[in-house]
């Protein structure tokens, strides 16, 4: 049904008008008692045999949404009443700012794949940090904080814009994510080597431990699939280097080559980020790579390309202790998470594993060992 609805109507629409218009229904359910609480046993079973613990969380199971959809922290209990074991929102910057000039929202049907230039479009760290504050959860879940550079702020001085962010945001965050792959703001990927790197994430990691001193806020770092080989394998021993506690992998590519594009060129054009299953096989070759690099050290998060439950087990098997999605979710509507925990407590029932962490990085162990 819902792929009817999507042809008949979203198609139709504009997509950055589209996204706020399933939001506001979103937000509109969570907010309405006797219907939430519907909406969530209709959407969002929950599944013994995938809970996980991971960021030192207990949570249902690992499949979250991934920063993007939920930019300021309004409809986290919404998205845990679709079904979502994780919310991560931003990306948030220290100051507020409206993005890039639209149309900067593009979907790439025939290829199941959204472009983006949307340029960290936020209400800014202020102000999303008193709406955590204030917020009362109905649906407890984890809450990831992604933070990146206000657009106007010289490279040089992003280490500092950083820190502001982290020192309003931290005491809200059950993790904390610093981003440095977006391709829609401007020198922000420059901050992915690791002579610019290493002094951002200690200053985050020291402004973390300074505002929050009743517990350690987990710090995690996300990467872009367009890095180098050699570069993933700088970012994985900075990572080990310095105690962080995770890395996410991957970001939107900026690559348009050699993703088997079939949709309308002029559309795959467009400059932003691609996301969506044209990223899914790089994303998951970086994660691969991740994980020989650093095994269990650090907890690895797998995102991009991410469609179904078999892509979500083979993002596991290669070491993901989390799994993220967005783009899909356009595309698979209201009941996509409950058919992907559906499937994916179907593929650990069938597996010689006898829980979701005994399968993590299991195929890597199985190939090393051969």
């Known amino acids: 049904m819902?792929?009817?609805f999507f042809n008949l109507i979203f198609r139709r629409m504009d997509p950055e008008k589209a996204h706020h218009l399933a939001?506001?229904?979103?937000?509109?359910?969570a907010r309405t008692p006797v219907l939430r609480t519907f909406v969530?046993?209709?959407l969002?079973?929950?599944?013994?045999e995938l809970r996980i613990e991971a960021l030192g969380r207990r949570m249902h199971g690992p499949f979250g949404l991934a920063a993007g959809f939920d930019k300021n922290a309004v409809a986290i209990d919404g998205m845990t009443m679709l079904g979502f074991d994780h919310v991560e929102i931003g990306t948030v910057t220290a100051q507020p700012q409206p993005g890039n000039p639209k149309k900067r929202l593009f979907r790439l049907v025939p290829d199941r794949a959204l472009i983006n230039r949307m340029g960290f479009n936020n209400d800014g760290s202020a102000s999303v940090a008193a709406r955590l504050a204030a917020r009362n959860p109905v649906f407890p879940t984890t809450v990831g904080v992604n933070i990146g550079k206000t657009k106007i702020v010289p490279e040089e001085e992003a280490v500092a814009d950083y820190v502001t962010s982290t020192e309003r945001l931290a005491r809200h965050a059950d993790y904390l994510v610093v981003n440095v792959s977006s391709p829609n703001t401007p020198g922000l990927r420059n901050l992915q080597a690791v002579e610019h790197l290493r002094p951002l994430l200690t200053a985050v990691r020291e402004a973390a431990d300074r505002t929050v001193t009743d517990r350690r806020?987990?710090?995690?770092?996300?990467i872009a699939p367009d890095l180098a080989d050699a570069d993933i394998d700088a970012v994985a021993d900075l990572a080990l280097e310095l105690g962080l506690d995770g890395i996410i992998a991957t970001n939107t590519t900026i690559a348009r080559d050699g993703l088997g594009l079939t949709s309308d060129p002029a559309l795959t054009?467009?400059?932003g980020g691609l996301s969506g299953a044209p990223v899914k096989a790089r994303s998951l070759e970086v994660l691969r790579r991740l994980y020989a690099r650093?095994?269990?050290r650090i907890t690895l998060v797998g995102v991009g390309g991410i469609e179904n439950a078999e892509d979500a087990w083979q993002r596991i098997l290669a070491g993901a202790t989390l799994v993220q999605g967005y783009s899909a979710f356009i595309y698979e509507g209201p009941?996509?998470?409950r058919a992907l925990h559906k499937g994916l407590a179907a593929r650990l029932d069938n597996s010689p594993y006898a829980t979701l962490a005994e399968a993590v990085g299991a195929s890597a162990r199985e190939e090393t060992a051969a």
């Open 294 to 296: 650093v095994g269990d």
């Open 40 to 42: 969530a046993a209709a």
């Open 217 to 222: 806020v987990p710090l995690l770092v996300k």
């Open 23 to 29: 939001f506001r229904w979103i937000r509109l359910a």
């Open 269 to 271: 054009a467009e400059t």
């Open 2 to 4: 819902y792929q009817l």
């Open 44 to 48: 969002a079973p929950r599944y013994k």
């Open 335 to 337: 009941f996509w998470c």
